[in-house]
């Protein structure tokens, strides 16, 4: 239906657009216009275009409502209560009435999918017909609106202006109630387990018994192994990523030719397109193995699953994001700042080094930040390469583990939103929450530090 329906809408729009325009290049001829003969069938189109999307996104939702109740309520009257059960039967009726269900219907059922099919069709046909009627409205209402000096412009860009301001509402109230909700399950998870535990323990050991007299039956949730885990990860990756990318980005803004650097740097981007799960594959079937076999030829303990293996191909994926954010503040330098310096005699590698370096110093600090960022949120790569259990160690040659892949392995599957276990992965995402909005801070006060103004 919605296809349908916004079909509909779309020609609706473009033939009103149209219209409105026409009658006002008509008018323009007779008489000039406040507005340019677009805004006024902007208008036109708006008109069309806002209560249709209206009616759609309040229909639907009550439509459905009524159409699953009602089905419900042919199967059985008193299955509203069972919240289990009345989804498991509804998902029957769905499927009864699509053609989808596998084996013999009973009764009942059948009475329900005809039900709810035949509510269904009746509410498409009336969301569409009342689209059609509002439509018309909306046409019947502009044009009756529209003169020469009607403020078209200013109407059309009022509706711009306040649906910017309802995206941005979205985006803003989207993070708060992400954040909301992830302290309030903390709050929860903090109830069951000290915070002290939590955050200065040495053990982590999620997993609880079924049965009380089974061992770990509380668990263990100290998360300092992981903090660990993520930092030598992080650490890692860092070392290989921050010369790398900082190195090519000096090289494409300052040596390469034009030619070199229109080929290089989309190939050089190409990294971080790649999925990171081909790059867990990668560090897993390749890189892991390498390193162990060099490890035992010098007589190393080197674990199947290493940090080592993890934080090189990490540090791999987040070369891009450290270079061409370097690159674009590099670029951003004013040309003159080099010319000064290349008048008072220095060479290039000088005035890369004591001029463009400490002026770009601000935005390459932004871009290593954003790299550690992407490298603590990675989940992927850790998992198939570094390994599940909480490991306290700062040698790269082990396994070890780090937030996201916990956060990960713990909401596996089935679970029940009212254990320790399950609520501490909620602590976990707020602890990350912590850190990462920590690191943005720090970028922005290096950034604000440093800042210079440039004519």
Not at 11 to 27: C, D, I, N
Request: proline share 4%; hydrophobic share 55%; with cysteine.
């Amino acid at each position: 239906m919605g296809l349908l329906y916004f079909s509909g809408v779309a020609v609706l729009v473009v033939v009103g657009f149209l219209f409105g325009r026409s009658r006002a290049a008509l008018a323009e001829r007779t008489e000039p216009l406040h507005s340019r003969p677009n805004y006024h069938g902007a208008f036109v189109a708006l008109s069309i275009l806002i209560p249709m999307v209206l009616l759609f996104a309040i229909g639907v939702p009550i439509a459905n409502h009524v159409t699953e109740t009602e089905a419900l309520n042919a199967y059985d009257p008193q299955i509203a209560g069972d919240q289990l059960r009345r989804g498991a039967v509804l998902r029957d009726i769905v499927a009864l009435a699509n053609e989808r269900y596998a084996g013999q219907p009973s009764e009942a059922l059948r009475r329900a999918a005809d039900t709810y099919a035949s509510l269904r069709a009746w509410s498409i046909y009336l969301i569409i017909c009342g689209g059609i009627v509002f439509a018309l409205l909306g046409i019947a209402f502009s044009l009756r609106t529209l003169s020469a000096r009607f403020r078209a412009r200013n109407r059309v860009e009022a509706v711009v202006k306040w649906t910017l301001f309802a995206a941005a509402c979205v985006a803003v109230l989207t993070t708060i109630g992400i954040v909301a909700s992830v302290v309030f399950e903390t709050i929860r998870f903090f109830d069951r387990v000290s915070p002290i535990d939590f955050l200065f323990g040495l053990h982590w050991s999620p997993q609880t018994a079924i049965r009380a007299d089974q061992g770990g039956s509380s668990g263990s949730f100290g998360i300092v192994p992981l903090v660990t885990g993520t930092l030598l990860i992080t650490v890692i990756a860092m070392l290989i990523a921050g010369p790398i990318g900082l190195f090519a980005a000096i090289y494409m803004a300052e040596y390469a030719t034009p030619r070199f650097r229109n080929f290089a740097k989309p190939v050089l981007e190409i990294l971080a397109g790649i999925p990171t799960v081909v790059l867990g594959f990668f560090a897993a079937l390749t890189l892991a193995p390498l390193i162990r076999a060099s490890g035992e030829a010098l007589g190393l303990n080197v674990a199947s699953e290493s940090a080592l293996a993890a934080g090189i191909v990490m540090g791999m994926m987040i070369i891009p994001f450290v270079s061409s954010l370097s690159d674009d503040v590099i670029n951003a330098v004013p040309q003159s700042l080099r010319d000064g310096s290349y008048a008072m005699g220095a060479t290039k590698s000088e005035t890369i080094k004591k001029v463009v370096l400490p002026a770009a110093f601000g935005g390459i600090v932004s871009a290593f930040m954003l790299a550690i960022s992407r490298a603590v949120g990675e989940t992927m790569i850790v998992v198939m390469a570094a390994g599940l259990a909480g490991n306290l160690t700062f040698n790269p040659l082990e396994a070890v583990t780090t937030f996201t892949v916990q956060i990960k392995t713990i909401l596996v599957g089935d679970q029940e939103f009212d254990s320790a276990k399950t609520l501490s992965a909620f602590a976990l995402g707020f602890v990350l929450f912590f850190f990462t909005l920590t690191l943005n801070v720090i970028a922005l006060q290096i950034v604000k530090r440093y800042r210079e103004q440039y004519d």
